[in-house]
């Protein structure tokens, strides 16, 4: 958090120098990606880095420091993602990448779920058929284990028709996000999963359970692919209800950026354990704090 402006600790001035020393002392850092590296426009296409975002990939690859991008986002699978992110100059493997989609499939073999569900593209059904899981589209009255729902803006009637009746019949219900929003170069613009799920829900009245971020889920499935332990990963986003809670209830480092979704008051009405540890104003700011002890 934002500390005395007289506070000094070399670029970190004006903030917590004890936070400044963890920023330091971390292994690995998860990303978001809209608001936070890029922003992009409403169909999650044309994506522009901001500011400070691939130089601070590169130095941390420099140093040894493991790095992950953790989006909301289904629109593409994770593979492709990243590509997409090479594309625009990040240097980012295919593995690097995690949606909900990464996280949806780990819960669903957890829970011994074979035939899933998919409201949504590639981006939602890959993951979840990369991990031997049978997929199966929003049409008809199929038996299945789960519905899983992620970015799908070409839904119709029969998409919710086919995802209530498999929710009547016992399926489990997994939406890839509940956030209202995401952020874009056009200012903020609504996702898909909270508005396919809030239809479902009210016709069934099974509330569907967020496998995205901010839920464990999703947090176990990224420390787990970077190998580190909570206590050793600085969690980066924009969105004052996603990455911050997430890392505070995880255990991990929390930062928030004011690139985004978010701004700079947008903690001040919680109490000080609910507030993340640093707060930048983008990447650019965080690449120099991080730079501040080297």
């Known amino acids: 958090m934002r500390a005395d ?23 690995a850092f998860l990303l978001d990606l809209d ?22 990939v590169d130095v941390l690859h420099r140093d040894g420091v493991r790095v992950g991008v953790l989006t909301n986002g289904t629109a593409r699978p ?11 100059g990040f240097d980012l ?15 669903c073999l ?4 074979s035939r899933v569900m998919a409201l949504g593209g590639e981006g939602v059904s890959g993951p979840l058929a990369d991990a031997g899981i049978e997929v199966l589209p929003p049409e008809g009255r199929p038996k299945v284990d789960a519905v899983f729902v992620g970015w799908f803006r070409e839904f119709g009637m029969e998409h919710l028709e086919a995802a209530a009746n498999a929710v009547w019949d016992g399926a489990a219900f997994y939406s890839a996000s509940q956030s209202l929003f995401f952020a874009t170069a056009d200012g903020r613009a609504m996702g898909t999963s909270r508005a396919i799920c809030a239809v479902v829900k009210d016709l069934t009245g099974v509330r569907p359970t967020t496998v995205g971020k901010p839920s464990a889920h999703a947090l176990r499935a990224a420390r787990d ?10 969690v980066v986003g924009d969105d004052p209800e996603l990455e911050v809670p997430m890392a ?3 255990g991990a480092f929390a930062v928030a950026v004011n690139s985004g979704t978010g701004h700079a008051g947008s903690f001040d009405h919680l109490e ?17 704090l991080y730079r501040s002890g080297g």
């Open 5 to 27: 402006p007289g506070t000094e600790d070399g670029v970190g001035c004006g903030h917590d120098p004890a936070a400044v020393a963890r920023l330091r002392e971390v292994r």
């Open 78 to 88: 994770p593979a492709a993602q990243a590509a997409v992110l090479r594309g625009i």
């Open 248 to 250: 505070l209830r995880g």
């Open 110 to 113: 957890r829970a011994g779920h």
């Open 272 to 288: 000080a354990r609910r507030r993340p540890q640093l707060i930048v104003d983008g990447v650019d700011e965080l690449l120099d």
């Open 35 to 56: 608001g936070t590296l890029v922003l992009g426009d409403r169909r999650n296409h044309g994506l522009v880095p901001l500011p400070g975002a691939v130089e601070l």
């Open 225 to 234: 692919r970077l190998g580190v332990r909570s206590r050793e990963l600085a």
């Open 93 to 107: 493997a295919d593995d690097a990448v995690l949606t909900p989609a990464s996280a949806a499939a780990e819960v």
